[in-house]
């Protein structure tokens, strides 16, 4: 964080507040001025002055709700955890249908590209241990990967994946894949994502399937 952020979160607790409608879009602008600009310049390129002036809120209108950038990518994160779980969880015993809702999540990064590469920045920013963010990223990744491994691993006692896969390293690859797309994707728009997604979901369960 740089000077400036400590000294205009200074003297503010953090205490989450009671809103008012009013209060709470005023918040959504703040979350969605901060993801185009960390997607855009990274959160180490971006201070609390400039994502007020992106929101068109005062800086103490912003720290009222955000006392410090950390607290801001926080919230920015939730907001696109919640998005992503209300898609992929919606069935927590999806079996192969995983492979179907992860490709359908793919279809969806154009309308909240943003978001795709807010949260990219983010984990390329924080891939080493002191990253503040760190612990919470890394914490979300085993837990995406232990849901995938467990629905495929129900999948598989009830017979419909075979017997040979290691169902916690096909989590894994699964999450690889897709993380390889989206940064082919944010690198070059023009991919066809969506149908490299479904097609590569077609050949998993092809291959998956007993």
């Known amino acids: 964080?740089?000077?400036?952020?400590?000294?205009?979160?200074r003297g503010h607790n953090g205490a989450k507040k009671s809103l008012s409608p009013k209060g709470e879009a005023r918040r959504q602008l703040?979350?969605?001025?901060?993801?185009?600009?960390v997607a855009r310049n990274g959160s180490r390129g971006t201070n609390l002055a400039e994502i007020a002036a992106e929101a068109g809120v005062s800086q103490s209108g912003l720290l009222y709700h955000y006392p410090s950038k950390e607290a801001l990518l926080n919230a920015v994160l939730d907001?696109?955890?919640?998005?992503?779980?209300?898609?992929?969880?919606q069935d927590a015993d999806s079996g192969l249908g995983i492979l179907d809702i992860i490709a359908d999540n793919v279809t969806r990064w154009a309308?909240?590209?943003?978001?795709?590469?807010?949260?990219?920045?983010?984990?390329?920013?924080?891939?080493?241990?002191?990253?503040?963010?760190?612990?919470?990223?890394?914490?979300?990744?085993?837990?995406t990967a232990d849901r995938i491994g467990s629905v495929?691993?129900?999948?598989q006692d009830r017979g419909e994946i075979r017997g040979d896969v290691d169902t916690h390293l096909k989590a894994i690859e699964i999450i690889a894949f897709v993380n390889?797309?989206?940064?082919?994707w944010l690198l070059d728009p023009?991919?066809?994502?969506?149908?490299?997604?479904?097609?590569?979901?077609?050949?998993?369960?092809?291959?998956?399937?007993t």
């Open 190 to 209: 023009e991919i066809p994502v969506a149908m490299t997604a479904k097609a590569w979901a077609a050949q998993q369960r092809f291959a998956l399937a």
């Open 30 to 37: 703040i979350v969605d001025a901060a993801t185009r600009l």
């Open 111 to 143: 309308s909240h590209s943003h978001a795709v590469g807010m949260h990219t920045v983010l984990v390329v920013e924080n891939l080493g241990d002191d990253g503040v963010l760190h612990p919470r990223l890394a914490s979300r990744y085993h837990l």
């Open 180 to 184: 390889g797309l989206e940064t082919a």
């Open 79 to 89: 907001r696109r955890d919640e998005a992503e779980d209300a898609v992929l969880w």
């Open 152 to 155: 495929l691993a129900a999948a």
């Open 1 to 9: 964080m740089r000077q400036d952020d400590h000294q205009l979160a």
